[in-house]
């Protein structure tokens, strides 16, 4: 069984990468949100709360930059209500460790 780090990690890479295939319509993941996917895989390695972190939306220390915290924020609201259908079982777990 994988850390919830990593969980957690392969959902922000996968909630991206549709944003990116299915919202922008990008063949190949652009170099703006690569940087969003490796800034937020790089906030969760060094999250304060590790394994016992809560949702990033739930947190009560904002790690992100306004700009990349915008960002991301747009993509989980496209991608979110979405996820059921691109990736059932990503979305599952998802909502179980919420």
Known sequence: MSSRIEREKTTVREM???YSKHKLKQS???EEYKQLTDYA???LDHCTFGEK???CKNC???CYAP???EQIKEVMRWVGPRMFFYNPICAIKHLFEK
């Open 16 to 18: 991206i990468a549709l």
């Open 28 to 30: 190949e993941m652009s």
């Open 41 to 43: 895989c790089n906030r």
């Open 53 to 55: 972190k809560t949702s």
């Open 60 to 62: 009560p220390i904002h």
């Open 67 to 69: 700009k990349q915290r």
